[in-house]
């Protein structure tokens, strides 16, 4: 039996079962919270835990490394839609220790793609193209860095009110233990602040 048949018969058991009722909720983040993590496995039940977060509480962006890469990229946008659509008056991005995009090098990422079958002339027509693999590819130096970098994105993007906090943190992903990066209420005007 495949991985895809063994989770469909356990969805469908646990949609039989009512298993789903705890978990009800509405779209709107009840503690008006938009988070940007990582997409770490680590993080999935340790995240919210540790910050003692339940389904509904907010929203949860996740990718590699919490990088904000584009002003007008697809985790920016969803950002955007938690804060004017859905009542999100915080955002914490929280990246974390041992973090798979620390010092990733875009050339091992793609020779990894050239053993699994893309072609040198598949990359050469993304660079005719204006596609910057190597930046786009590219991790960062420290996870803190990192977190700053997408804090800065976030808080500095011409569509951002500029009364709203953005704080940065690493997690350390064995423990739970946060540690701030960015104190989003001391980067807010001084007529914002609460």
């Known amino acids: 039996m495949s991985l895809m048949s063994d989770l469909l018969d356990h969805n469908r058991a646990f949609v039989e079962s009512g298993e789903f009722e705890p978990f009800l909720t509405d779209r709107f983040p009840d503690k008006k919270l938009v988070i940007v993590t ?4 680590r993080l999935t039940e340790l995240l919210p835990r540790a910050l003692n977060l339940r389904n509904g509480d907010a929203k949860i962006i996740k990718n590699a490394g919490a990088v904000v890469s584009h002003p007008f990229g697809s ?6 839609i938690a804060v004017y659509n859905l009542g999100a008056n915080e955002i914490a991005v929280i990246g974390h220790h041992d973090c798979g995009m620390t010092g990733l090098n875009s050339h091992d990422v793609l020779d990894r793609a050239r053993e699994r079958g893309v072609t040198e002339s598949t990359l050469a027509a993304l660079k005719e193209s204006g596609v910057d693999l190597d930046s786009w590819l590219r991790g960062f130096d420290t996870v803190e860095r990192g977190v700053r970098q997408s804090v800065d994105m976030i808080r500095c993007h011409p569509l951002m009110p500029k009364d709203l906090p953005v704080h940065g943190l690493v997690i350390d992903p064995k423990t739970g233990q946060l540690a701030s990066v960015v104190d989003g209420y001391a980067k807010l005007p001084a ?3 609460v």
């Open 38 to 41: 990582c997409m770490d496995t």
């Open 75 to 80: 985790v920016m946008r969803s950002v955007l």
């Open 191 to 193: 007529d914002a602040r």
